[in-house]
């Protein structure tokens, strides 16, 4: 079965991969850790195999380019009088629940991407595995780690 | 889902907002907008414009040929790099908009005829040289590609021509001054003599 235009994995995968990042690096650089994974995915798009799961695929180039933004905000000098990032502690759930999604941004980068990836990219254990380049036992486990080390902020 | 940190996380992952960006135009600078297309209304119904870096690429009916269809044979022949980007297509829709107006007899577009083969090639090359408001038969058109016997066969390609409308596979009639098919219906055919009679 020959690719579908790139276009369709756009209007299916787009809304999941922009969140994912979202809660991975926030809302400000998200705007370019997504624009710099659907062009490596509009790259590297016509190599794909065809029948690939293409959300997994999609979920490891953002995870990849989450990563790099993450490394180049680190190395980023913080500017004196800089705000702190704006986690509003009193947000309810079901808004922009920035006080939690800080909290997993503090998670280290496995426990990090098993935990928004189940939860926002709506990946099962196996493709967790997958996107992690990991055995399906690691991923449970680092998934699991992560929500114990969640609940132990939050209880 | 009973547990209060988990349910708090997938409530929290469906509010989260995708930023919008423009990835067309990112994908454009990038070089790597192999296909952009955009589904476009006009007298004649909507349409799908396709375009490359070479020039306009497809013109369909999208009541006749289903969209979805168009693009997957593109992705297939062409390439899969296919983005939706209305704003690559402002010249053939602005060039489009105005011949339906009567205000453009001739398009000054490049075209890619990647779509168009062998024979089919040669039959559009020499409909493409029929002057607005003028027509010629299947017979004259084969006669002139040195296939005189071959006038059903120029019917066909025709009938297949890629980039109608801009092609004027429409100013292609049978003798004796019947109308014959087109691709997007007879109809259809007789509007767009009409508009080029004035």
């Known amino acids: 079965m020959p690719l579908p235009p790139f276009q369709a994995v756009l209007d299916e995968h787009r809304d999941t991969v922009a969140r994912f990042l979202v809660a991975w690096v926030g809302p400000q650089e998200a705007e370019d850790a997504l624009q710099e994974t659907l062009i490596s995915a509009l790259r590297a798009y016509p ?47 079901g808004e922009q629940d ?50 114990a080390k969640l609940r132990g902020e939050f209880a | 889902m009973s547990d209060p940190l988990e349910a708090r996380l997938a409530a929290a992952a469906r509010a989260l907002e995708a930023p919008d960006v423009d990835f067309p135009a990112r994908a454009r600078d990038a070089g790597l907008a192999d296909v952009a297309y955009t589904v476009e209304p006009s007298p004649l119904g909507e349409l799908l414009l396709a375009i490359t870096p070479r020039g306009l690429l497809k013109v369909s009916y999208a009541d006749i040929y289903p969209s979805d269809a168009a693009l997957e044979d593109i992705s297939r022949r062409v390439s899969p790099r296919v983005l939706e980007d209305a704003s690559a297509l402002d010249d053939v829709r602005r060039e489009l908009d105005e011949y339906f107006a009567g205000r453009r007899r001739d398009f000054d577009l490049p075209l890619d005829r990647t779509l168009m083969r062998g024979f089919g090639r040669r039959v559009l090359d020499r409909t493409e040289r029929i002057p ?54 007879p109809e259809r055919k007789i509007q767009l003599l009409e508009l080029e009679r004035g």
């Open chain 2, 132 to 185: 607005y408001g003028h027509v010629a038969t299947y017979g004259e058109v084969a006669r002139d590609i040195g296939s005189p016997r071959a006038s059903r066969a120029t019917g066909n390609a025709l009938g297949a021509n890629p980039i109608p409308i801009v092609v004027p596979c429409h100013r292609v009639i049978r003798s004796g001054g019947v109308i014959g098919n087109y691709g997007g219906g």
């Open chain 1, 47 to 93: 190599r794909l195999r065809a029948g690939s799961n293409v959300r997994a695929w999609m979920l490891t180039i953002a995870r990849n380019k989450a990563m790099d933004s993450h490394r180049a905000r680190a190395r980023r000098p913080v500017l004196v009088g800089e705000p702190l990032e704006s986690g509003s502690a009193d947000a309810m759930p």
């Open chain 1, 98 to 147: 920035e006080e939690l999604w800080h909290a997993v941004r503090e998670l280290p980068p496995k426990q990090r991407a098993a935990v928004t990836l189940r939860f926002v990219g709506d990946l099962s254990h196996g493709e967790i595995a997958t996107v992690l380049d990991c055995s399906e036992a690691a991923a449970r486990r680092s998934l699991h780690e992560g929500l």
